[in-house]
């Protein structure tokens, strides 16, 4: 399990980043909106530990606009505004949770436990975007009400994209979950499924599926 701590407290952190290590997490540091952001573009997470006062921004507006980009994953909010009002702000933007400083790091793992068991027990098992219908546990994937067959590799790339619609997809991250390996797969290899599915799933006069992003990956749309 990875998880991104969003906090400009060095000293906070580290405290953080020691404790959910120890717990078994993977941590990753961020300590500004724009650093997080990046985070984001390189790799996925599977929880978020979220401050409101950054130095580059607010959190708030920032979290909005992962919930606005189709990041689904947990977001524990960890802000010294403790007030009832910020809570239920917090909660209205896209936050799971609201943990006000100071806090108990016992407390934060427990609530980050049961998020992250929720969040497993929700997952689609079916993912639907623009006719298409991306059936998980069978296997399947029907366009336009029509079957549509594909490739093992074709499929893993597909649900990766039905996954997080809308957002960039960095070549990286793709190689990493259909190949296991961000480094040791052509560098023409992604293309080439990319061009599949595209011959697949896109017809002529409509608005593409995919998009490319020169010199990061790809996008679905």
């Known amino acids: 399990m990875k998880i991104l701590i969003v906090e400009d407290e060095r000293k906070l952190a580290l405290l953080l980043k020691q404790g959910l290590s120890e717990a078994g997490y993977g941590v990753t540091l961020a300590a500004a909106c724009a650093a997080a952001r990046d985070a984001l573009c390189e790799t996925s997470f599977d929880a978020i530990v979220l401050d409101l006062g950054l130095p580059d921004g607010d959190g708030l507006e920032l979290l909005r606009q992962w919930r606005r980009s189709g990041f689904n994953e947990p977001v524990i909010i960890l802000s010294a505004r403790d007030a009832v009002q910020d809570r239920i702000k917090g909660l209205d933007f896209g936050a799971d949770d609201y943990l006000p400083k100071p806090f108990s790091l016992q407390e934060l793992l427990a609530r980050l436990r049961s998020l992250l068991r929720r969040q497993a027990s929700v997952k689609d098992t079916v993912l639907e975007h623009r006719g298409m219908r991306l059936d998980l546990v069978g296997r399947t994937l029907h366009f336009n009400g029509q079957p ?19 957002r960039i997809l960095p070549r990286t991250l793709i190689c990493e979950r259909v190949w296991s390996s961000p ?18 799933l896109e017809t002529e006069g409509d608005k593409p599926l995919f998009k490319t992003v020169r010199g990061v990956g790809y996008k679905l749309q």
Not at 148 to 156: G, I, K, S
Not at 183 to 200: E, G, I
């Open 148 to 166: 549509v067959d594909l490739t093992n590799r074709e499929f893993a790339l597909l649900e990766i994209f039905m996954q997080n619609p809308g």
């Open 183 to 200: 480094y040791d797969v052509d560098a023409n290899l992604l293309d080439v499924y990319m061009s599949k599915l595209r011959s697949r």
